[in-house]
């Protein structure tokens, strides 16, 4: 699958905004889905995952209550809806796929663990 996340850009501290990541292909509800962020210096980290029928999300525990993933299989994209933003929020968001067979599995912290990946969308929070 082949993933464009988009969404990205500039928002005051407490501000909001969403990112989208549009899959191709036809078996896109096959996949758990996951947002990760890298930040300058920093490795990629995970921030948030939904199952397949994305009835099943995890988060990391710094956007937990704060940041929202939700997917629309008729559509083939994924969303984070990130709200209350921080300044140590900005980062470059990318979607990553993870074929799974099990249509529970909320997906994976690992990077590793996810074989396709968006370009990437910049976030900056401003103070």
């Known amino acids: 699958v082949q993933l464009q996340a988009s969404g990205g850009g500039l928002v005051q501290v407490g501000g909001s905004l969403r990112l989208s990541c549009a899959a191709s292909?036809?078996?896109?509800?096959?996949?758990?889905m996951g947002w990760f962020r890298q930040s300058p210096g920093k490795e990629r980290e995970f921030v948030a995952a939904?199952?397949?029928?994305?009835?099943?999300?995890r988060y990391a525990d710094s956007v937990k209550g704060r940041f929202t993933i939700s997917r629309d299989n008729a559509k083939s994209v994924v969303y984070l809806q990130m709200n209350s933003l921080k300044p140590e929020d900005t980062a470059v968001y990318y979607c990553?796929?993870?074929?799974?067979?099990?249509?529970?599995?909320?997906?994976?912290?690992?990077?590793?663990?996810?074989?396709?990946w968006g370009q990437g969308t910049l976030v900056t929070v401003s103070s």
């Open positions: 990553a796929s993870a074929y799974s067979p099990n249509t529970l599995y909320s997906g994976s912290w690992y990077r590793s663990d996810y074989d396709s």
């Open positions: 939904v199952s397949r029928s994305g009835g099943n999300t």
């Open positions: 292909g036809r078996t896109f509800n096959t996949y758990v």
